[in-house]
């Protein structure tokens, strides 16, 4: 952890993306692991029915571990797939086991566009998604884009039901001092790194 207070946003989104970057692939495979016994007995993981994850691009920490481990317990899992350009939302598809994938624009692999499979954010039980950095009091650094803070926008019209629960996942090398949140930025639940939950 460090002071990121004299840092703009860009500024630290550069130096998590290459923190975690850096990261040797026996470290990126050791951590996966690490994360996915943090998390896999959970009751927050193991009572959701409907939970959506990503596939890691440039240095994420891997959740496919918990993809697998959920698919096998039989609950529903799903993954974002982008809306066509130039719309800057996205939607959460079920998937299967060894369901072919194909790059998005982002090169992120993603299933083919599928709206009978796709499912209102809102139903979801559970959303663990990536971040580039994060703070103990539920901070969240996204890459920049926006995608999750505008689909989960609808949060603050809601007084009483916030579902899904929002845990952001992390390399423990990705934590800061404190975050300097925008109005539009979505807090979380938790972030859960290979180390510890937050």
């Not at 993603?110 to 539920?138: C, M, S």
């Not at 039901?161 to 929002?166: A, D, E, F, N, R």
Request: glycine content about 6%.
């Amino acid at each position: 952890m460090f002071d990121s207070s004299e840092l703009t946003r860009p500024q630290l989104r550069r130096l998590l993306r290459q923190r975690r970057r850096e990261l040797a692939p026996q470290e990126q495979r050791k951590a996966a692991q690490e994360l996915y016994r943090q998390l896999v007995q959970h009751p927050l993981f193991r009572r959701a029915k409907h939970i959506a994850l990503y596939l890691p691009s440039d240095g994420e920490i891997d959740p496919r571990p918990l993809l697998h481990a959920a698919q096998r317990r039989g609950k529903a899992t799903y993954l974002p797939v982008l809306n066509t350009w130039p719309h800057s939302k996205m939607v959460f598809q079920r998937v299967h086991r060894h369901e072919a994938m194909r790059p998005n624009r982002f090169r992120i692999p993603e299933p083919k566009r599928n709206p009978a499979r796709q499912r209102k954010i809102w139903t979801l039980d559970l959303i663990l998604l990536p971040l580039v950095g994060f703070d103990r009091h539920g901070g969240r650094l996204g890459m920049g884009g926006g995608f999750y803070d505008r689909s989960l926008g609808y949060r603050d019209m809601r007084k009483n039901w916030h579902k899904p629960t929002l845990v952001g996942l992390a390399h423990e090398c990705q934590q800061v001092d404190r975050l300097a949140l925008a109005s539009w930025d979505v807090p979380l639940k938790a972030t859960v790194t290979n180390k510890s939950w937050y």
